[in-house]
């Protein structure tokens, strides 16, 4: 998507409230990763559709995509996982002033290392993938057991700035990651146990849906 269609679509969308957009801005002058407005307009959107009751999200950052879920769906509760002790008290900092504390719950420590306590507080209708791109398979595999009939997984930045369409990347970490990333989009479209579109809004979003009566394996 060029520039100038982005800035268009942008600008057709709903104006936050004053709360959101200082973290907007908070996210952009600390260069705190936060979706793309498209992205997470459409998410939401979708959410709506679905109408979860449970979300776990992995990724919380400062906790704006937690505060956006919650304040969408007024009858869900958002189980969010963050390893970043700083980030983790920005969260919680974000969500007491916004009056969330008894919707949105941070858990804090390393996702692949956090299954049994949020297990616990499972199962989830709704899963949210927006943590470290390059563990995002073992994400997927761990958590989306606990996901209830039917229910969703969504991901962000799988187009990766666009990058995913390069053949050649000079930059050797960043080669790696878009090579993660492009397995990833692959492995999800190939997966038996979800039917799975990837829209070309934001950083790229993908929606898996479980299907009915088949293994996650």
């Known amino acids: 998507m060029n520039d100038a269609m982005k800035h268009y679509l942008e600008g057709l969308l709903p104006v936050r409230n004053q ?6 801005k908070f996210a952009k002058e600390h260069r705190v990763p936060i979706m793309e407005p498209t992205g997470i307009e ?30 969408a769906l007024p009858e869900a509760k958002v189980i969010t996982l963050e390893l ?11 969500i007491n002033n916004a009056g969330m504390d008894e919707r949105i719950k941070v858990i804090t420590g390393d996702a692949l290392e956090l299954y049994d306590e949020t297990a616990a507080q499972g ?25 209830t009939e039917q229910g969703c997984v969504y991901t962000d930045n799988v187009l990766f700035k666009g ?5 050649s990347i000079t930059n050797k970490r960043l080669s790696g990651l878009v090579n993660k990333i492009k397995t990833y989009n692959r492995w999800l ?29």
């Open 19 to 24: 709360h959101f957009k200082q973290l907007e």
């Open 42 to 71: 459409s998410m939401l959107l979708m959410m709506k559709m679905q109408s979860p009751k449970r979300i776990l999200e992995i990724g919380t950052a400062i906790g704006y995509s937690a505060l956006r879920m919650a304040d």
């Open 84 to 94: 970043d002790e700083e980030r983790v008290e920005q969260a919680l900092t974000n």
């Open 123 to 147: 199962p989830y209708d709704a899963i949210f993938i927006d943590a470290a791109k390059g563990q995002y398979i073992k994400f997927f595999e761990m958590y989306s057991e606990l996901l």
């Open 163 to 167: 990058l995913v369409t390069e053949d």
């Open 189 to 217: 479209m190939d997966h038996n146990g979800f039917d799975t579109v990837i829209l070309p809004v934001g950083d790229g979003l993908a929606v898996s849906r479980k299907r009915s009566g088949v293994s996650n394996e």
